[in-house]
């Protein structure tokens, strides 16, 4: 019986020493439990002013001929993204500038591309220049002046210039007519 109990008492003290492990092992784990939510509030919002179609500065003619017709213009928008610009003119020298202003009312600092020009009617695209067929009228899309706008309060501005280049003519029976749009390129700063 003497090795029994010490078996017994062997057994016992191993089965004790599991359960102090256990017990130890339990008191020195633990599971890291994080829960949290996140919300990130901004807003985009560099667009042209599309307040902005008429008015000293914003549509500027010059007449090339004294006592000619003078030449005409008009922007509209689709959209903050596209500006149509439309240009009428007679005779060699007249010039047309259009003013168009782009702000940044979102909440993120914005950085400004080239800008996209397309022809709508009466011009060939050529990069930024858009020229009619017969030459007599020609665009031309200057890139922002300020290729940065700060958040919420940015302002630039780009210019078109619409003009008829060709002194070799010296007028037209009919008016020459051409409009482009200009689509702007912006991203996140």
């Given at each position: 019986m003497g090795n029994n109990n010490h078996k017994n008492a062997a057994i016992a003290m191993l089965l004790g020493a599991l359960v102090v492990m256990a017990v130890a092992y339990a008191a020195?784990?633990?599971?890291?439990?994080?829960?949290?939510?996140?919300?990130?509030?901004s807003s985009w919002n560099v667009a042209f002013d599309t307040t902005k179609t008429t008015?000293?500065?914003v549509i500027t003619p010059t007449t090339g001929k004294s006592g000619?017709?003078?030449?005409?213009g008009t922007?509209?928008?689709a959209d903050g993204q596209n500006a149509t610009v439309s240009a009428n003119l007679y005779q060699p020298g007249d010039k047309v500038v259009f003013t168009l202003t782009i702000k940044n009312t979102g909440s993120l600092d914005a950085t400004l591309g080239a800008p996209t020009v397309t022809a709508v009617s009466g011009c060939t695209v050529s990069a930024k220049t858009c020229t009619s067929t017969n030459g007599y009228l020609k665009f031309t899309v200057s890139n922002p002046?300020?290729?940065s706008l700060e958040k919420t309060s940015g302002t630039t501005t780009m210019t078109v210039t619409a003009e008829f280049p060709d002194v070799?003519?010296?007028s037209l029976s009919a008016n020459q007519s051409a409009s482009i749009r200009v689509s702007l390129t912006a991203t996140q700063a």
């Open positions: 020195f784990s633990t599971a890291l439990t994080i829960n949290g939510t996140a919300t990130i509030k008015g000293t500065g000619g017709t003078a030449p005409t922007i509209s928008f002046a300020s290729t070799a003519v010296s």
